[in-house]
């Protein structure tokens, strides 16, 4: 593949074409300029932050450390394909009622974050949310919300059962 | 610029061969960082992202554990490497975040080759060995040989590191790390320290301390020819303080934007100790 030459990346269940690129941009880049994504977020763009939490092959990566045309063969899902509804999920509507929405700029990644753990993890313990999170930096909230908002998802989720 | 994504490690290795100016590319978490702020601008990218023969951990050596070089930290923090290497699963769960974790990997370590790549003292603790191919030729060097300098090592640029070979050994083994924070964390100075009760001997190996991992082969001997260290002994904390003392002395830290080197001296004093304390309490 050189520099011209288009690639395509699956993303939310989509394969996209990117086109007249730099084939060295970051997956967040692509995704943000390229693709019409801008839910994910950029901020350090050294996997310092987490705001550009994707889920990459099941994995949640920072879509900043990933080269997007390193990444034609995996799947990528954004924050923009948690939800396939216009409606928020509950993990985005607990993060609402609970006050984990401040200036909201470490959200999208936090939403990844969490939704990647609830999957894996339905039951996490106060620790395996803590460190499930431990690479979001959110610098309003102290956590405190965040973790509220994870407990009331786990609460409604055990509720429905 | 040109980005070849592998299959198989064939196809990266003869890239590599072609490409006088290919860089190799893993989980992406030192170099992309460097991509992201234009310090290097490569024109040639070979990923081994796709490589799957390099996600294998294989244990069909007696003795041996041997994790592919792209193996995720988030497997090696697990089974089975937790039970087999405990200090490996615990140094790798010291790495960054979940988000790294899930990207980096023991080659990404070896090929930047930091003093403050976390899993680098526990592969100076354990002597393991790396295993490099090129297209026509192999040759397993050990990783005492393998880190020349300050992101310096012997790997040729037509060479792959395909595994890491760690000795399962009998005893305690523990890693601790010192940095500003809990996650996220670039270590201000760590140490893997490993209690081999069958040879009665303990090895300690040093990170962020010096231009290359330091081990520590004069209080290791100091060590031994003064105390019994096999299964069931007890150290005293005099003894282990001067055992911290000793492995601060063959330190050789710097002053930098991350800490100074008396702080560093210190902080490897304690863990040191710590270390020895855990492992014969």
Request: glycine share 8%.
């Amino acid at each position: 593949m050189s520099a011209n030459e288009f690639y395509q990346l699956r993303v939310n269940g989509k394969t996209h074409q990117v086109q007249d690129s730099w084939v060295g941009e970051s997956l967040l880049y692509v995704l943000r300029e390229r693709l019409g994504l801008p839910g994910t977020k950029g901020a350090c763009e050294q996997g310092e932050c987490g705001s550009c939490t994707v889920l990459m092959d099941d994995a949640a990566v920072c879509a900043c450390l990933v080269m997007a045309a390193t990444a034609i063969n995996s799947e990528i899902v954004t924050v923009e394909g948690i939800t396939t509804e216009s409606a928020l999920t509950d993990v985005q509507q607990s993060f609402v009622d609970e006050g984990a929405v401040q200036c909201g700029f470490c959200t999208p990644g936090l939403i990844v974050a969490v939704h990647h753990l609830l999957e894996k993890n339905p039951q996490p313990s106060e620790f395996e949310v803590k460190e499930a999170i431990s690479g979001n930096i959110c610098r309003c909230t102290g956590y405190g919300r965040v973790f509220a908002a994870v407990e009331a998802t786990i609460r409604s989720r055990n509720a429905v059962k | 610029m040109t980005v070849i994504v592998a299959k198989e490690l064939i196809t990266a290795l003869a890239a590599l061969r072609e490409h006088a100016d290919a860089r190799l590319i893993q989980g992406g978490t030192d170099l992309m960082v460097e991509i992201n702020f234009n310090h290097v601008k490569p024109t040639t990218m070979v990923s081994l992202r796709d490589v799957a023969a390099l996600r294998t951990i294989r244990t069909d050596t007696p003795g041996i554990m041997s994790i592919g070089s792209g193996v995720p930290y988030s497997v090696i923090e697990g089974e089975p490497v937790l039970t087999a290497i405990p200090a490996l699963a615990q140094a790798s769960r010291t790495v960054g975040s979940p988000q790294i974790r899930a990207a980096g990997s023991l080659g990404g370590n070896l090929g930047t080759c930091s003093p403050a790549g976390d899993t680098l003292p526990v592969m100076f603790a354990l002597d393991a060995m790396i295993h490099l191919n090129t297209l026509d030729s192999r040759r397993v060097v050990s990783i005492h040989d393998f880190m020349t300098g300050v992101k310096r090592s012997v790997r040729q640029h037509d060479e792959i590191i395909t595994a890491i070979d760690f000795p399962i050994v009998r005893g305690w083994q523990g890693y601790s790390k010192v940095g500003v924070r809990n996650a996220m964390v670039i270590s201000v100075a760590s140490a893997c320290l490993v209690a081999d009760h069958e040879n009665a001997n303990v090895r300690i190996a040093l990170g962020s301390v010096g231009p290359t991992i330091i081990r520590c082969r004069e209080s290791e001997a100091w060590l031994q020819s003064s105390q019994d260290l096999s299964a069931g002994q007890s150290i005293s904390l005099d003894v282990a303080n001067e055992f911290g003392r000793r492995a601060a002395a063959e330190s050789s830290p710097i002053d930098d934007h991350r800490s100074t080197a008396e702080y560093r001296r210190h902080a490897i004093s304690v863990l040191a100790s710590r270390l020895l304390r855990k492992a014969y309490q």
